[in-house]
T-cell receptor, first 113, second 115 residues
Framework: AQSVAQPEDQVNVAEGNPLTVKCTYS??????LFWYVQYPNRGLQFLLK??????LVKGSYGFEAEFNKSQTSFHLKKPSALVSDSALYFC???????????FGRGTSLIVHP | NAGVTQTPKFRVLKTGQSMTLLCAQD?????MYWYRQDPGMGLRLIHY?????TTAKGEVPDGYNVSRLKKQNFLLGLESAAPSQTSVYFC????WGSGGHNEQFFGPGTRLTVL
């Protein structure tokens, strides 16, 4: 079985400050990890993914995520937050041969001006 | 490419009525999915399909049926709507790839209210 935990329902950060949205996972075998963003009244959009290789993955809109195998984590980061980054962020995991990603419950990111 | 489209965008039903939600994708993707999103619950998988003519149950299939007669379309049916089915419904597609390493592409959603 595979699972994802996003321990924070909401993250608040001031514009210009660095942000981190946390994600931990549990999976049998090698994980494939994804981050998606959902803006209000929109569908989810793919941000970035980790498949293999470099533990630091860079994605859209200046976001990056760090894969940490020993801590089973895949935290989303951005060096300088923008008000326009305010959205709902979902972490997801699959493993080899799986058709079905498992999603976390989502973290609401609020960036204050 | 239009990507993943959903029809309708909004719908209000009365308890007991039926309706069909249509999802269409123009990316020739093998896999398609239907999710519902409720506050505090994240995304929950209703049904999915790994190819034309095949469907399977997800986490919350009760009260829903699906069909995938054409590769590009994935239909979600509610035979007798209940207030508990009030939700936002998202369709997603994903290209074939061994190991599940491809990302999903999501539609814009259908907001359904059952009175």
């Amino acid at each position: 079985a595979q699972s994802v935990a996003q321990p924070e329902d909401q993250v608040n950060v001031a514009e210009g400050n660095p942000l981190t949205v946390k994600c931990t996972y549990s999976v049998s075998g090698n994980p494939y990890l994804f981050w998606y963003v959902q803006y209000p009244n929109r569908g989810l959009q793919f941000l970035l993914k980790y498949i293999t290789g470099d533990n630091l993955v860079k994605g859209s809109y200046g976001f990056e995520a760090e894969f940490n195998k020993s801590q089973t984590s895949f935290h989303l980061k951005k060096p300088s937050a923008l008000v326009s980054d305010s959205a709902l962020y979902f972490c997801a995991v699959t493993s080899g041969g799986s058709y079905i990603p498992t999603f976390g419950r989502g973290t609401s990111l609020i960036v204050h001006p | 490419n239009a990507g993943v489209t959903q029809t309708p965008k909004f719908r209000v039903l009365k308890t007991g009525q039926s309706m069909t939600l249509l999802c269409a994708q123009d990316m020739n993707h093998e896999y398609m999915y239907w999710y519902r999103q409720d506050p505090g619950m994240g995304l929950r998988l209703i049904h999915y399909s790994v190819g034309e003519g095949t469907t399977a149950k997800g986490e919350v299939p009760d009260g829903y049926n699906v069909s995938r007669l054409k590769k590009q379309n994935f239909l979600l049916g509610l035979e007798s709507a209940a207030p508990s089915q009030t939700s936002v419904y998202f369709c997603a597609s994903r290209p074939w790839g061994s190991g599940g390493h491809n990302e999903q592409f999501f539609g814009p959603g259908t907001r359904l209210t059952v009175l």
